[in-house]
């Protein structure tokens, strides 16, 4: 059982998704929901011990079906992923219990979807394969594609279907890449790729090139990097939020996906082909942040607003993918948590304040008055405070962090006004937002509007997104020392490749 | 061969990109398919190409790589699924929307050329 830990956060999931849709639990709508959020309790609790595992004994690493490395396909679990892996599994348990309040039945398999959207997360941030990576991209995107037509209207089907085709198109070149990366290369395998790439010559180097930026392609389409970007507003402001807030995961999966590849496979060791992508990285990333901030300032609306968030976050971690230093990844991985909790958070409690305005829905204007203002306003100042990156919270250490992690290298000058003036922005779109949808009212007394109040199992699951913020701040110590230690893991090129073609001895 | 192979593949590519570039659903559906048949065929030819080698070990000195056959063989699979999503997704949209444009709206000078042709046969 201990052996196979490794695999139970991508087997759970799975067994998860199949056992609901079998008779007992299609039927009934209560013991469907209550065993959704058991079972995404338990595959969370194996993530946990997952990381305990990882945390005392180092690098796990998994052969599946006992193929040892580069012939079968390994799944390894190091500090980062694992972070991550217990990060997702959060969001499956928030958003199954955010949506039994009665999103689930706007459609039709919302739990199985999110337990199987949970299984292609968890198993892309776990696997060692490049190929097996691209499967699980796979199966992450058709549980997104219909949980995005969840409930859906007109609006959304279009969003939907932009969405299918550019990552069909996606799709298309990851194969390509990977076609070309294993002609040259010979393997594909992670860690093989990486011993692999030192010794190319003559005009494979030019293909191996090839190959690594068409992969740079396709993981910005996932990421949603400029100019490739603009399927995310739309997508995530016409999607459910509840579905929303579990996608604030998915953003992450690409700038994980370029960490691994960019920082293990063409790194450091990579002779000549090491740091190939790191100035498209950093320019694009500095172009996100920039179109990320005029998209907040420009949003109509709340859900809108926070998706543009998404793409700024999105810009800050590519580019601190971009500095490849051990700090900077550390950075890194304290902001991905942070952003992502934060970001999830605000999108249900757009959806929350959108409820409780009538037909003003969660527009940013003024309209009638929300029913429960100071539940839902203190839950949006803490949001607010902690996207924005002002203290105490956990968004002003990454932020600091995150500086200081970029002083030393050669784009600091560029970077720093930069990113401070968007956070500026941010600050101006959001108290504006704020302010207009708290305190501008109309005095409405012809239109009755249905009261609709939160439910304990809404307010719970926002609660336990937002205790992310001064948790993440209050526990920053402890925090910061595992992001380093899992930041000098994935630094770490000889010890990582010894300990995955080696089967995890 | 090799010439053969890599114009069959170059091909469907530019016939895929051609198609995918269009403004209506069915297109750019078609378009999809060139691209992944192409793709699968690029895959293919990744294990090099040759002739007449075993692809079982043992059976002979030189033998054929069976890692790209694996490779197709998902691709093609996911390849399937994913277009018979996108298909019901388009006809989907086609029903949602009320027309089979991608943005989910007929362009103004599409429009327009539809009315004047219906003007013209009026007179």
Same mark, same amino acid.
């Given at each position: ?505 | ?36 048949? *192409?793709?699968?065929?690029? =895959?293919?030819?990744? #294990? $090099?190409?040759? !002739?007449?080698?075993?692809? +079982?070990? /043992? ?24 277009? *018979?999503?996108?298909?019901? =997704?388009?006809?989907? #949209? $086609?029903?949602? !929307?009320?027309?089979?444009? +991608?943005? /989910? ?19």
């Amino acid at each position: 059982m201990m052996d196979n830990l490794t695999f139970l956060p991508v087997l759970l999931p799975m067994l998860a998704g199949v056992l609901l849709l079998l008779p007992p639990f299609g039927k009934n709508r209560n013991s469907r929901r209550v065993t959704s959020v058991i079972l995404s309790i338990i595959t969370f609790a194996s993530a946990l011990a997952l990381l305990l595992k990882v945390s005392a004994d180092s690098i796990q690493v998994y052969a599946i079906g006992d193929w040892s490395a580069p012939f079968g396909i390994v799944l390894v679990a190091d500090g980062l992923s694992t972070l991550l892996v217990c990060l997702t599994s959060l969001l499956g348990i928030v958003c199954t219990l955010y949506a039994s309040a009665g999103d689930d039945e706007k459609g039709s398999f919302f739990h199985p979807l999110v337990h199987f959207l949970v299984l292609g997360v968890n198993g892309a941030f776990l696997t060692g394969d490049a190929f097996n990576l691209f499967v699980f991209f796979e199966v992450l995107l058709i549980a997104s594609y219909s949980l995005l037509m969840h409930g859906g209207d007109k609006r959304n089907t279009r969003a939907a279907l932009q969405y299918v085709i550019m990552n069909l198109v996606g799709s298309a070149v990851f194969l390509i890449a990977l076609g070309i990366l294993y002609g040259v290369l010979g393997t594909l395998n992670m860690a093989d790729m990486a011993q692999q790439v030192s010794n190319l010559q003559g005009d494979d180097i030019y293909l191996a090139k090839i190959g690594g930026l068409l992969l740079l392609v396709v993981f910005a389409l996932k990421g949603a990097l400029l100019p490739l970007h603009l399927w995310l507003p739309n997508t995530y402001a016409t999607a459910l939020p509840v579905v929303a807030a579990l996608f604030a995961i998915m953003t992450k999966v690409g700038v994980y996906s370029m960490m691994r590849v960019y920082t293990l496979i063409f790194g450091d060791e990579a002779g000549e082909l090491s740091h190939m992508a790191q100035t498209w990285l950093w320019w694009l990333a500095l172009a996100t942040i920039v179109m990320g901030a005029v998209g907040v300032l420009a949003s109509k609306d709340l859900r809108k607003l926070v998706a543009n968030l998404v793409v700024v976050s999105v810009g800050t971690l590519v580019a601190l993918v971009a500095v490849q230093s051990v700090e900077a990844s550390a950075a890194a991985i304290y902001y991905l948590v942070h952003s992502t909790l934060v970001t999830a958070a605000l999108f249900l409690l757009a959806d929350l304040i959108g409820r409780q305005r009538g037909d003003t829905a969660d527009h940013i204007s003024a309209g009638p008055p929300v029913t429960q203002p100071r539940l839902l306003g203190v839950g949006f100042l803490i949001a607010a405070v902690a996207v924005i990156g002002m203290p105490p919270l956990s968004g002003f250490i990454g932020k600091v962090w995150l500086l200081k992690a970029t002083v030393d290298t050669e784009y600091s000058l560029v970077f720093w006004p930069l990113y401070l003036v968007a956070s500026l922005a941010i600050l101006f779109a959001i108290a504006k937002a704020g302010s207009t949808v708290f305190w501008h009212h109309h005095v409405i007394s012809t239109q009755k509007l249905t009261l609709t109040r939160v439910q304990p199992v809404q307010l719970i699951s926002v609660i336990i997104l937002l205790c992310g913020a001064p948790l993440m701040s209050v526990f920053a110590g402890p925090l910061s020392e595992y992001a380093f230690g899992a930041a000098n893991q994935l630094h770490d090129f000889n010890n990582a490749i010894n300990v995955i073609l080696s089967g995890g001895q | 061969m090799e010439l053969l192979y890599a114009s069959c593949v170059g091909l469907l590519v530019s016939c895929g990109v051609f198609l995918i570039l269009r403004s209506r659903t069915f297109p750019v559906v078609l378009g999809l398919t060139m691209f992944s048949y *192409a793709v699968n065929l690029f =895959l293919f030819a990744s #294990g $090099r190409l040759s !002739l007449n080698k075993a692809a +079982v070990l /043992g059976y002979s000195s030189e033998y054929a790589d069976p890692l790209p056959q694996a490779f197709v063989l998902t691709a093609i699979v996911i390849g399937f699924a994913m277009t *018979a999503f996108v298909v019901i =997704l388009s006809i989907r #949209g $086609r029903a949602d !929307l009320g027309n089979d444009h +991608v943005d /989910g709206q007929v362009p103004d000078n599409e429009r327009n050329k539809h009315k004047n042709k219906k003007s013209k046969a009026k007179v």
